[in-house]
């Protein structure tokens, strides 16, 4: 018989057996596409404004990952090397969040889906693995990425650690500033790092003579790793948000949740900071948040434009703050760039989902909150979820209403704690659009830039 402490990581005992944990994982991502009432805008071609062909897309991405992009099957398979990597964190806890319920003295049921657990401390990963895999299976030597905060990055840096890829990343300057251990990170695992603007690029190069202080956004970095990626042959672009690829690897943590939703016998009346399916019995209203300092949702318009400041990305429709805007450097850097993936503004628009921005003082206080009775510090991110939850939960004490409200608590802020640091001390500032003429005169000028798409 084997010893406990020599079982597999991907392992556990149940009575006298050994019980994987790859069979509680996932065999398929969920494609929402297939279940809504109409199909999204098709991105355009920059210079034709042409619908994009896949052939369009090969310079940057790998051909599986073109394939999932344009697909139309409700459920794609995951593959077995991948679900193995999985498997050193998945499945990932669903908690019910009693202490915090106690603090609100809410009648509310309140869920969390952790997904800190995982090496890179975020949920990312489960988009990293597959997009490296499929990269390396393709014969790919190097990926390039951007980053914000730093979380995809260093989730792009583990994954092609193991699968033998080189890494290059763009990491937005003013959280390669402000969060120096996750450039360590992402060296720990192998990649290369770079400030973003740099001058290694002709679009950083331009950026930086126009503001040689620019603190950058997620826009300028995206526009210098495609630059890097299209100049050789051996090198493909990896991202971490807004295309339809990455939004299909993230719903294992939606169909993990389901099942054990169902296994707890509750149905969310509420989801925030996630999206749900089309499909099945329950019909809970889905909520976004997002800042007030960069509020593509709620302020932004639905239009074409380019996914990076340059203008070398394809065209999408997507709520919009302009190519041009920079946000301000708050402390949630993986949520500051210009707009929203475009399924989700597609989806928004459809009216299957609502949106509201929280100013950052309000996230701080409410991950202080979970902190103190959770015992998890969240990362910048998520506290914009926990602060929605903690409306909710108040509303329901006000009603009385027994609601079950979901979250998704996308990582820990192990990393941000200067960010909490500035809040403890008193000297964090809420940056907000409506707050702000400068913000909004910014909004004003960058949606002037945007192309005139013909109809």
Same mark, same amino acid.
């Given at each position: 018989m084997a010893r406990r402490g020599l079982l597999p990581s991907h392992c556990s005992w149940a009575g006298n057996k050994i019980h994987s944990r790859t069979d509680e994982i996932p065999r398929q991502w969920y494609n929402i596409v297939p279940d809504l009432p109409a199909r999204p805008p098709p991105p355009l071609h920059p210079k034709t404004f042409k619908p994009l062909v896949p052939e369009d897309l090969s310079p940057l991405l790998a051909r599986e990952l073109i394939m999932q992009e344009v697909s139309d099957e409700r459920f794609i398979d995951i593959p077995d090397e991948v679900i193995d990597i999985y498997s050193l /964190?998945?499945? *990932?806890?669903?908690?019910r969040a009693r202490r915090l319920e106690k603090?609100?003295?809410?009648? &509310?049921?309140?869920?969390?889906?952790?997904?800190?657990? %995982?090496?890179?401390?975020?949920?990312?990963?489960? %988009? &990293?693995?597959?997009?490296? /895999?499929?990269? &390396?299976?393709?014969?790919? #030597? #190097?990926?390039? *990425?951007?980053?914000?905060?730093?979380?995809?990055?260093?989730?792009?840096?583990?994954?092609?650690?193991?699968?033998?890829?080189?890494?290059?990343? /763009?990491?937005?300057?003013?959280?390669?500033?402000?969060?120096?251990?996750?450039?360590?990170?992402?060296?720990? /695992? =192998?990649?290369?790092? !770079? !400030?973003?603007?740099?001058?290694?690029?002709?679009?950083?190069?331009?950026?930086?003579?126009?503001?040689? %202080?620019?603190?950058?956004?997620? =826009?300028? &970095?995206?526009?210098?790793?495609?630059?890097?990626? *299209?100049?050789r042959s051996d090198t493909k672009y990896c991202l971490g948000s807004v295309l339809n690829h990455v939004l299909l690897h993230q719903t294992v943590i939606g169909e993990e949740c389901l099942k054990q939703l169902e296994e707890m016998g509750e149905t969310p009346d509420v989801i925030i900071g996630c999206t749900g399916k089309m499909e099945g019995k329950i019909n809970p209203v889905i909520r976004a948040v997002e800042p007030t300092a960069c509020p593509s949702l709620t302020r932004g318009i639905y239009a074409y434009d380019f996914g990076d400041t340059a203008g070398m990305t394809p065209l999408m429709k997507m709520h919009t703050l302009g190519h041009d805007f920079i946000p301000d450097p708050i402390h949630a850097g993986g949520l500051r760039y210009h707009g929203m993936a475009p399924l989700l503004s597609h989806i928004y628009e459809l009216g299957f989902m609502e949106a509201l921005a929280i100013p950052q003082t309000e996230c701080f206080?409410?991950?202080?909150?979970?902190?103190?009775?959770?015992?998890?510090?969240?990362?910048?991110?998520?506290?914009?979820?926990?602060?929605?939850?903690?409306?909710?939960?108040?509303?329901?004490?006000?009603?009385?209403? $027994?609601?079950?409200?979901?979250?998704?608590?996308? =990582? !820990?802020?192990?990393? +941000?704690?200067? $960010?909490? +640091?500035?809040?403890?001390?008193?000297?964090?500032?809420?940056?907000?659009? +409506? =707050?702000?003429?400068?913000?909004?005169?910014?909004?004003?000028? %960058?949606?002037?830039?945007?192309?005139?798409?013909?109809?």
């Open positions: /964190w998945r499945p *990932t806890p669903l908690i603090l609100l003295d809410t009648p &509310a049921r309140i869920y969390y889906k952790y997904e800190g657990n %995982s090496p890179a401390g975020s949920h990312k990963p489960n %988009s &990293a693995v597959p997009q490296a /895999w499929y990269n &390396a299976q393709e014969g790919i #030597r #190097r990926v390039v *990425t951007e980053t914000g905060a730093g979380q995809w990055g260093c989730s792009l840096a583990f994954a092609s650690s193991l699968f033998g890829l080189d890494c290059e990343v /763009w990491q937005v300057r003013a959280s390669y500033d402000q969060k120096p251990y996750r450039k360590l990170m992402m060296e720990t /695992w =192998g990649a290369k790092v !770079h !400030h973003s603007p740099s001058i290694l690029t002709e679009a950083g190069r331009k950026i930086l003579s126009q503001d040689p %202080s620019s603190p950058g956004s997620l =826009g300028i &970095a995206i526009s210098e790793a495609v630059e890097v990626a *299209t100049a206080e409410a991950a202080l909150s979970f902190a103190r009775t959770q015992g998890v510090i969240p990362a910048p991110e998520p506290s914009h979820a926990i602060a929605a939850v903690i409306r909710e939960a108040k509303l329901c004490r006000e009603s009385g209403e $027994s609601k079950v409200i979901l979250m998704a608590m996308c =990582g !820990h802020g192990h990393f +941000d704690l200067t $960010s909490y +640091d500035k809040y403890l001390q008193g000297t964090l500032k809420d940056l907000t659009f +409506d =707050g702000s003429l400068e913000i909004q005169e910014k909004v004003r000028s %960058s949606l002037s830039s945007i192309p005139q798409v013909p109809r």
